[in-house]
């Protein structure tokens, strides 16, 4: 794997974006956003943030959703997918062509791109799965097979699955209450689609549960992991700290690093998947932390990929977990809030 | 005419009165994407401390009306990896650094003011005395004069005497005016009002906190009207003592609004994190709130609302609308 473009990477830009569609999609609403600045700049795995409720609302974050798609029509546009879950979210699919929204975007860490033709296997969870189809386009122009692997409670929660069909050389769904697809979650299939296809990469977005198991499983047959996370953010720009993880760095510390600019797009392995939610003993500046000699720090990393029931704080154990959704909701929209999203 | 908007931060004069609020803006680098950071007059930084600090776990934020709680608790990098990286990079842009500082014990504090000094660039300190997102309550300095005076005194010692130190109070106390006294009687230049109020959140569906540090600090709109009414006791109090003034403004209405009940200058927060170049769009607001009352220096207004109770319009009090030439 290899950045490829990553670092040449141009900024972000802050806009007035005018709707140009509403549309429900089954389950979701997908909103198309007349954006040539932030379509011109767009990558695979990004996402944009919206400020929401008009100039005298009474919600103050923005909210954060993985792009979709980007076409050249109109000078360039943005195309996001979304569920209703909160006052934010209605908000938005209450709007009509020609309202104008401010946008940001796009912002975060995109799907690095394989240097040489790969079996690709994409995998998504509720709507986790829309920025999944701009990535397999990118990857079929680089020559790589690309499979699907989607899943979700029921049939109108599998995001794409059409698409999926008629553009991945293969397309297995998965729903909970087998409404579509085979019966269960996509984990369950995981093990036979990576044999089937002979995967050499996976990429993966949807709930951290999701995410987690398949790192684990992919590391048993050393295949690479890029998971693009779901963490509630307020600004979505990097400043505010709220959307960090413990990630491990190249140089085997732990850091409590942001989704926002460090992702959202991880390599599986990096990601200490049991500590989401806590602070890790050994992480960077957590209570106590002094620092190790280089020899320490490799030994922790070393432990940190391995050692895969390090204990959960209780009181992140009482994070919600949605039951039908596979996880703390159905993927997609990284900037999922509890309160009035 | 272009009204001027010059304002003093201790005997530092500053383009214009807007700034970040410190643990809003990072140390600047991310805005800068969004708009040019030596256009507003100062960048505070997110407070740093000596060492690096993971902070709390998440969830860290909770988004409540007109407002949000967040419980970060402080994560950063610590003083050396400012000093290398972020600092430089500040007075590369040209911005004006106004670096917030926060400790543990008043060691911390000043120990971090003498290795500031040491450093070139940086326009003030303003030290972090009021958060939050400690595990003790016993940690919040501005919750007790004594406390207060102490950190500020060992800060104001070890500071280079040319640069300004401001003391960011916390509203959470019962008389804010004596803190910011004791403050100012220990050597502070001036004061930041108001940090977060204390607050909580609790999920009605998994029955527990919300947040993973349990209690966290609001800010927003929601907060505005405790920062004005602390701003104007403590002005009334101390008007010869320059405020900086931030909770919950949005719009350069706010701003004027804050800088009527005395503050000189106005930090930007909890906004930014819905529109990153919104210290733009509030100075250029605030520029057109000042010509359209037909205020052409903004020093003028500083404070003004303290007297409006007399009719004739003349300052009478000694305390209103100090012309600085």
């Given at each position: 794997?290899?950045?490829?473009?990553?670092?040449?990477?141009?900024?972000?830009?802050?806009?007035?974006?005018?709707?140009?569609?509403?549309?429900?999609?089954?389950?979701?609403?997908a909103?198309?956003?007349?954006?040539?600045?932030?379509?011109?700049?767009?990558?695979?795995?990004?996402?944009?943030?919206?400020?929401?409720?008009?100039?005298d609302?009474?919600?103050?974050?923005?909210?954060?959703?993985?792009?979709?798609?980007?076409?050249?029509?109109?000078?360039?546009?943005?195309?996001?997918?979304?569920?209703?879950?909160?006052?934010?979210?209605?908000?938005?699919?209450?709007?009509?062509?020609?309202?104008?929204?401010d946008?940001?975007?796009?912002?975060?860490?995109?799907?690095?791109?394989?240097?040489?033709?790969?079996?690709?296997?994409?995998?998504?969870g509720?709507?986790?799965?829309?920025?999944?189809?701009?990535?397999?386009?990118?990857?079929?122009?680089?020559?790589?097979?690309?499979?699907?692997?989607?899943?979700?409670?029921?049939?109108?929660?599998?995001?794409?699955?059409?698409?999926?069909?008629?553009?991945?050389?293969?397309?297995?769904?998965?729903?909970?209450?087998?409404?579509?697809?085979?019966?269960?979650?996509?984990?369950?299939?995981?093990?036979?689609?990576?044999?089937?296809?002979?995967?050499?990469?996976?990429?993966?977005?949807?709930?951290?549960?999701?995410?987690?198991?398949?790192?684990?499983?992919?590391?048993?047959?050393?295949?690479?992991?890029?998971?693009a996370?779901?963490?509630?953010?307020?600004?979505?720009?990097?400043?505010?700290?709220?959307?960090?993880?413990?990630?491990?760095?190249?140089?085997?510390?732990?850091?409590?690093?942001?989704?926002?600019?460090d992702?959202?797009?991880?390599?599986?392995?990096?990601?200490r998947?049991?500590?989401?939610g806590?602070?890790?003993?050994?992480?960077?500046?957590?209570?106590?932390?002094?620092?190790?000699?280089?020899?320490?720090?490799?030994a922790?990393?070393?432990?940190?990929?391995?050692?895969?029931?390090?204990?959960?704080?209780?009181?992140?154990?009482?994070?919600?977990v949605?039951?039908?959704?596979?996880?703390?909701?159905?993927?997609?929209?990284?900037?999922?809030?509890?309160?009035?999203s | 005419?272009?009204?001027?908007?010059?304002?003093?931060?201790?005997?530092?004069?500053?383009?214009?009165?807007?700034?970040?609020?410190?643990?809003?803006?990072?140390?600047?680098?991310?805005?800068?994407?969004?708009?040019?950071?030596?256009?507003?007059?100062?960048?505070?930084?997110?407070?740093?401390?000596?060492?690096?600090?993971s902070?709390?776990?998440?969830?860290?934020?909770?988004?409540t009306?007109?407002?949000?709680?967040?419980?970060?608790?402080?994560?950063?990098?610590?003083?050396?990896?400012?000093?290398?990286?972020?600092?430089?990079?500040?007075?590369?842009?040209?911005?004006?650094?106004?670096?917030?500082?926060?400790?543990?014990?008043?060691?911390?504090?000043?120990?971090?003011?003498?290795?500031?000094?040491?450093?070139?660039?940086?326009t003030?300190?303003?030290?972090?005395?009021?958060?939050?997102?400690?595990e003790?309550?016993?940690?919040?300095?501005?919750?007790?004069?004594d406390a207060?005076?102490a950190?500020?005194?060992a800060?104001?010692?070890?500071?280079?005497?040319?640069?300004?130190?401001?003391?960011?109070?916390?509203?959470?106390?019962?008389?804010?005016?004596?803190?910011?006294?004791?403050?100012?009687?220990?050597?502070?230049d001036?004061?930041?009002?108001?940090?977060?109020?204390?607050?909580?959140?609790?999920?009605?569906?998994?029955?527990?906190?919300?947040?993973?540090?349990?209690?966290?600090?609001?800010?927003?709109?929601?907060?505005?009207?405790?920062?004005?009414?602390?701003?104007?006791?403590?002005?009334?109090?101390?008007?010869?003592?320059?405020?900086?003034?931030?909770?919950?403004?949005?719009?350069?209405?706010?701003?004027?609004?804050?800088?009527?009940?005395?503050?000189?200058?106005?930090?930007?927060?909890?906004?930014?994190?819905?529109?990153p170049?919104?210290?733009?769009?509030?100075?250029r607001?605030?520029?057109?709130?000042l010509?359209?009352?037909?205020?052409?220096?903004?020093?003028?207004?500083?404070?003004?609302?303290?007297?409006?109770?007399?009719?004739?319009?003349?300052?009478?009090?000694?305390?209103?609308?100090?012309?600085?030439?």
């Amino acid at each position: 794997m290899t950045l490829g473009e990553t670092e040449a990477q141009a900024g972000p830009v802050q806009v007035r974006g005018t709707v140009l569609t509403v549309r429900r999609v089954d389950a979701y609403y997908a909103m198309t956003l007349v954006a040539p600045a932030v379509a011109a700049r767009f990558r695979p795995g990004q996402f944009v943030t919206l400020a929401v409720g008009g100039p005298d609302t009474s919600m103050l974050l923005s909210r954060a959703f993985s792009i979709h798609d980007v076409r050249p029509d109109h000078g360039g546009t943005v195309e996001f997918v979304f569920a209703v879950h909160g006052r934010g979210t209605q908000w938005l699919a209450e709007r009509r062509a020609r309202d104008v929204l401010d946008v940001t975007g796009p912002l975060g860490r995109p799907f690095p791109l394989p240097r040489d033709p790969a079996s690709c296997l994409l995998v998504g969870g509720g709507y986790g799965s829309a920025p999944l189809f701009a990535l397999a386009g990118k990857l079929r122009d680089r020559g790589c097979k690309v499979d699907f692997l989607l899943g979700a409670a029921s049939g109108d929660r599998v995001f794409g699955a059409l698409t999926a069909r008629r553009t991945g050389r293969t397309a297995t769904i998965t729903t909970e209450d087998g409404s579509l697809g085979s019966r269960g979650m996509v984990t369950d299939m995981l093990d036979q689609v990576i044999h089937e296809a002979r995967t050499d990469v996976i990429y993966a977005c949807g709930p951290m549960p999701m995410l987690r198991q398949i790192t684990a499983l992919a590391g048993r047959y050393d295949i690479p992991v890029q998971a693009a996370v779901e963490e509630a953010m307020a600004c979505g720009i990097g400043v505010c700290m709220t959307c960090v993880l413990p990630v491990i760095g190249s140089d085997g510390i732990t850091r409590m690093s942001r989704s926002c600019v460090d992702g959202p797009v991880f390599r599986g392995e990096q990601v200490r998947w049991d500590d989401v939610g806590t602070i890790p003993f050994d992480a960077f500046g957590a209570p106590g932390w002094e620092p190790r000699s280089r020899r320490a720090a490799q030994a922790q990393a070393a432990n940190g990929s391995s050692e895969s029931e390090r204990g959960k704080s209780g009181l992140s154990q009482a994070r919600p977990v949605k039951p039908g959704h596979g996880g703390r909701g159905s993927g997609g929209n990284l900037g999922k809030q509890n309160h009035g999203s | 005419m272009a009204v001027d908007l010059r304002a003093k931060l201790g005997h530092i004069e500053l383009p214009n009165p807007i700034m970040t609020a410190s643990g809003c803006a990072g140390a600047g680098r991310e805005l800068a994407q969004f708009m040019d950071v030596s256009k507003i007059g100062a960048i505070v930084t997110k407070s740093v401390m000596l060492g690096p600090r993971s902070g709390r776990p998440t969830p860290r934020m909770a988004e409540t009306p007109s407002g949000m709680l967040n419980s970060i608790g402080l994560q950063g990098p610590g003083i050396d990896a400012f000093l290398q990286r972020d600092l430089p990079w500040l007075l590369s842009r040209g911005a004006r650094a106004v670096v917030s500082i926060a400790g543990g014990t008043v060691a911390e504090f000043a120990d971090l003011a003498g290795r500031l000094s040491d450093a070139a660039g940086v326009t003030a300190i303003e030290v972090n005395i009021s958060c939050p997102n400690v595990e003790h309550r016993g940690q919040v300095f501005a919750c007790d004069p004594d406390a207060s005076a102490a950190v500020i005194e060992a800060v104001r010692s070890r500071a280079r005497y040319d640069i300004p130190v401001f003391a960011k109070l916390s509203p959470d106390v019962t008389d804010i005016v004596a803190i910011a006294k004791s403050c100012v009687k220990a050597g502070a230049d001036g004061l930041s009002m108001i940090n977060t109020l204390l607050g909580m959140v609790i999920d009605t569906d998994t029955m527990r906190p919300h947040l993973a540090g349990l209690t966290g600090g609001l800010s927003g709109p929601a907060i505005r009207p405790i920062a004005v009414r602390c701003i104007w006791q403590v002005r009334e109090a101390l008007p010869n003592v320059p405020i900086i003034g931030m909770g919950g403004v949005r719009t350069g209405l706010n701003a004027l609004e804050l800088i009527l009940a005395g503050a000189s200058m106005v930090s930007v927060g909890t906004t930014i994190f819905h529109d990153p170049s919104a210290c733009m769009r509030i100075l250029r607001e605030l520029e057109e709130e000042l010509t359209t009352r037909g205020v052409d220096r903004l020093a003028d207004v500083v404070g003004l609302a303290h007297e409006s109770r007399v009719a004739t319009g003349r300052p009478v009090s000694p305390h209103a609308a100090v012309r600085r030439k």
